[in-house]
């Protein structure tokens, strides 16, 4: 089979302009030397897949940092990618048709064979790469099709009987931890979760917003670096407060409480030392000089943030907090040139200390699905997280 996929065409969701998906026949990828061809199993939607395809967001730029339309170069979305190695390049070495792989959909010096490498991958912040691209965000083709080419030191192996659906999520698992890494090396924290002294140390961490990321955040916190102090997760919706409890927060219903009161009561006053802002609502600025502590971390992970006047920072800058904004799944390199911090996602998914199955709210077995997604369920309260899934054959 592998060997006929070459020249010939394979279902794609394509996204043509705003609003305008198409399911449709494009020419399948061949793998260069150093590529594998995926048979894509499993893509998760993201935020970031929805704003695209509202025209809220556009990262494919050309040469002067201006947003190709989509008219112009349509694009397949899915950049939360897992699936089965179809076919291998001539000059891959450490893979057979058959692996499944999660799949880093970031393309940086060490997937170009690029040497020297440039100040970024040689400083482990492999997605700030100066030569990078994304596949599924930058105009690449992403996941949501039946098959990808990309680099094979982008895939990471799955060893073991985990389900496409949850493999799917190592990219926004890599992104918390790389995320909770930047957190841990700002440079000018007075407080951190590591701290020797007890003076410096997070005493308590506020996330808000508990949709998929802050779910993991919450996980992380607790499961992985073993948090043990004060956690609480602000959510207006109960299904997410659920879950956010379940994972080891205290959780904040902000549409019927007080979010800032809730906090000094459970504190004395202090405030917490450590946000995360991961909700993407404007409106959350002109909470956070309330709810922060002076000099504390504020990790803003969330994108969105739409009508909001600047004016709101006022308040935040008078606090001299640190502003930690990380992007990705960024890291250094193991020895064999694959992504490390993937390869850390996905060892927390294989072993169990990362839960994602609870939160997989929606699944969908066809591309054509993929516009519904976005249209309605994205907004109904029973949505926390959809895997496009697709069958043993490469089929949607």
Known sequence: ???????????????????????????????????????????????????????????????????????????????????????????????REGDRVAIDQGINCLSRHRTPLCEYCATKDSHQCEFYTEHGITGLQGGLAQFIAIPAVNTVTVRSSLEPAQVALTEPLACIVHAMNAVERAAGTRYSLFAARPEQRVKT????????????????????????????????????????????????????????????????????????????AGEVFSLLPGLLRKQSTVLLYGHGHGGVDLSVLNGLQFKEPVLVSPVGGSGGFDADARPAVYRQALDLLESGVIEVEPFISHRYRSLDDVQRAFEEDFHDASYTKGIVQLDGEGRA
């Open 1 to 95: 089979m592998s060997t006929q996929i070459a020249n010939q065409t394979m279902r794609g969701c394509v996204l043509r302009d705003v609003r305008r998906l198409e399911v449709r026949d494009v020419p399948a990828p061949a793998p260069g030397p150093h590529e594998v061809l995926v048979r894509v199993q499993a893509v998760g939607l993201c935020g970031t897949d929805l704003h695209i395809y509202r025209g809220e967001a556009n990262y494919n730029t050309d040469s002067r940092g201006e947003p190709i339309p989509l008219s112009a170069h349509p694009q397949i979305l899915g950049h939360e990618i897992t699936g089965i190695v179809e076919q291998v390049g001539t000059g891959v070495s450490d893979l």
């Open 205 to 280: 961490a506020l996330i808000i917003g508990a949709g998929p990321a802050g779910l993991l955040f919450a996980q992380y916190l607790r499961r992985v670096i073993r948090f043990d102090g004060l956690l609480l997760a602000s959510e207006p919706n109960e299904l997410k407060r659920g879950l956010a409890s379940r994972f080891g927060a205290e959780v904040i219903d902000p549409t019927v409480e007080d979010i800032i009161e809730r906090l000094r009561d459970r504190t004395g006053g202090r405030m917490a030392e450590l946000i995360v802002e991961a909700s993407g």
